[in-house]
């Protein structure tokens, strides 16, 4: 029999052996190479297009000109290299009140016939009329308010007539004010001392590439006017793909991180499972080099299996991120991009990365483990250090047990605590998006719907984590479990003690986890409106993640405190 046919059948028997390890395992570089997919896809989404459809239904403006008095918008009709124009139209500053929402909007006056520049595209209803407003189809979307629902303007109602998209102002929900059309008349009788009208120009230019030089020429020095390209607009368009993509590469790197931490540790248990059939191989006359190439075909063959499901799952998620509904403002989607082999080959090396990262060390370790060693499969002597015996002196027996648990495996409690971290990060930095984006409703925002695929990708991987690690220490607990017993504890205080072996690290990730995601919310937002959840919901997030650390865990350490033990103490060394 040839080596590598030799590896590759010893590897398989493995895999069958003990396939619930695997399909965990499958599952946990599948969920971090599928948000790599997601990613690398969503790179090559643009909104150009789209932004370019929408520009041309609406016959949408090369400048849009804000000022205060008409006189002063309206001179720039008359520049040099403008060959159409409308307006000046008047703009009111109300307070929309809908479905219980209170949001300030700018109320653009409007005539009800058509307009050769910037004449919005319905999508519901009819245009505007006396009593009747027409509000642009994102914000609309963002309120949850369709054609015929009533609102309030300044405590004045009014009947939405219509739904509309434009290319003249950018569509961005959360950052309101929002944009609603209605006649000349209705936007002048919403002013108000405090909230006077301004005016807006919608300009064409002869040489429509020249937008951000006009731009730059006519800029009010001053600063009482503002005067925006279309290119400046369709950046703005854009931005909420390139928050998709940020998003997606930030969460691919957690994820990628918590899949090495995950397998790292399944690995560990599964070596310490594997240490007499390691001396077994070796007894029989295969190498060091032998033994660790079979314990690693095993984790690169999964890896590729991982790599292979990530690459169909991303692709087929991709249109969801992608769809017309997440992109309200457009006349059309964006739509999504195919997976090209650049792509498909850095997520399998990034699936073969992470197998390799996690199981190289332990695999070579095992591999290098003299064969006597192995065969006796004996306990390892524990660290012990005075300092924690110490402390876990007075405490009650289940603290005693996780506190000493816990300090023999320093590198595993690392792990613990860190993919806990990573995890309430995550759901910090969400509930902090959330509170700063009060609109963005999560069906109808496309940066939210992929947090919320990122965020539930990590919550399940760090869940598979923490029942990783619990059943890991179980294996290496067994011997000082079963002594514990012998010497009066019973299963309950060492399946809490085993539990409590996990809480401990999972309390400081947990807190860590909550300035993390504010930090990492402010380092991604460019230098958007950053507002801090309350309390209650940070201390929420903490003692959630604490309760089902403790839920997920209880399971594996009951099933280990269970087993008798004359059966565990038997295989101890004299």
């Known amino acids: 029999m040839g080596r590598i046919l030799l590896v590759c059948r010893l590897a398989a028997r493995d895999l069958r052996r003990r396939s619930g390890e695997a399909v965990l395992l499958l599952l946990v570089i599948m969920a971090a190479t599928t948000t790599l997919t997601l990613g690398l896809v969503l790179h090559g989404v643009t909104t150009s297009a789209s932004y370019q459809s929408t520009r041309a239904a609406t016959a949408g403006p090369d400048v849009v000109a804000w000022g205060g008095p008409p006189a002063d918008v309206t001179a720039l009709a008359h520049a040099p290299g403008v060959i159409g124009h409308t307006g000046p139209y008047p703009v009111a500053s109300p307070v929309l009140r809908a479905r219980g929402l209170t949001v300030p909007v700018l109320a653009e006056g409007r005539d009800q016939a058509p307009s050769p520049v910037d004449q919005p595209k319905l999508t519901q209803g009819t245009w505007v009329r006396n009593g009747g407003v027409v509000v642009e189809r994102s914000f609309a979307d963002a309120l949850g308010i369709r054609a015929g629902d009533s609102v309030t303007l300044n405590g004045r109602p009014f009947r939405v007539a219509g739904i509309a998209v434009t290319a003249a102002n950018p569509t961005d929900p959360p950052t309101s004010p929002g944009l609603i059309w209605l006649t000349r008349a209705d936007a002048r009788s919403l002013a108000t001392v405090a909230h006077p009208l301004s005016f807006t120009l919608n300009l064409k230019l002869a040489n429509p590439a020249g937008a951000p030089a006009f731009v730059s020429a006519h800029a009010a020095d001053d600063g009482t006017g503002i005067l925006w390209s279309w290119e400046f607009i369709r950046g703005l368009d854009t931005q909420v793909v390139t928050n998709e993509q940020l998003v997606m590469l930030v969460g691919s790197w957690l994820l990628g991180l918590l899949a090495v931490a995950s397998v790292a540790v399944l690995v560990g248990g599964r070596m310490a ?34 790599a292979a499901a990530g690459l169909a799952a991303g692709w087929l998620a991709t249109p969801l991120l992608t769809r017309p509904s997440l992109f309200p403002g457009l006349a059309r989607a964006p739509g999504a991009p195919p997976l090209t082999v650049p792509a498909v080959a850095l997520v399998v090396a990034a699936a073969l990365a992470v197998a390799v990262a996690a199981t190289l060390v332990p695999a070579l370790r095992a591999a290098r483990t003299s064969t006597v060693r192995a065969l006796a499969d004996a306990a390892r002597p524990p660290r012990r250090r005075a300092r ?150 940070l201390l929420a997030v903490v003692a959630g993640t604490l309760l089902v650390v403790a839920g997920l865990t209880a399971i594996p350490s009951r099933i280990g405190a269970r087993r008798p033990v004359a059966e565990i103490l038997q295989s101890e060394t004299a």
Do not use: C, H
């Not at 499972?273 to 075909?297: D, I, M």
């Not at 409590?500 to 400081?508: D, F, K, R, T």
């Open 273 to 306: 499972e594997q240490t007499r059939r390691v001396g077994l191989l070796k007894a029989v006359g295969g190498t060091p080099g032998l033994v660790a190439a079979v314990l690693l075909a095993e984790y690169l063959v999964l890896a590729l299996i991982a």
């Open 388 to 537: 924690v015996i110490a402390v876990s002196a007075r405490m009650p027996v289940p603290l005693l047990l996780g506190l000493r648990l816990a300090s023999r495996r320093p590198r595993r409690i690392v792990l613990s605590g860190a993919s806990i971290a990573i995890t309430v990060t995550t759901i910090v930095a969400v509930l902090v998006y959330r509170a700063s984006n009060a609109l963005g409703g999560p069906g109808t925002d496309p940066v939210g719907q992929v947090m919320l695929v990122v965020t539930v990708a990590l919550v399940v991987l760090a869940a598979v984590n923490a029942v990783f690690i619990t059943w890991a220490t179980v294996l290496d607990a067994r011997r000082p479990s079963a002594l514990a017993r012998a010497l009066g504890a019973n299963p309950r205080q060492v399946t809490a003690g085993l539990s409590a072996a996990q809480l401990l690290p999972a309390l400081p990730g947990a807190m860590a986890g909550i300035p993390a995601g504010i930090a990492l919310y402010a380092a991604v937002s460019n230098g958007q409106t950053l507002a801090v959840p309350p309390a209650w919901q």
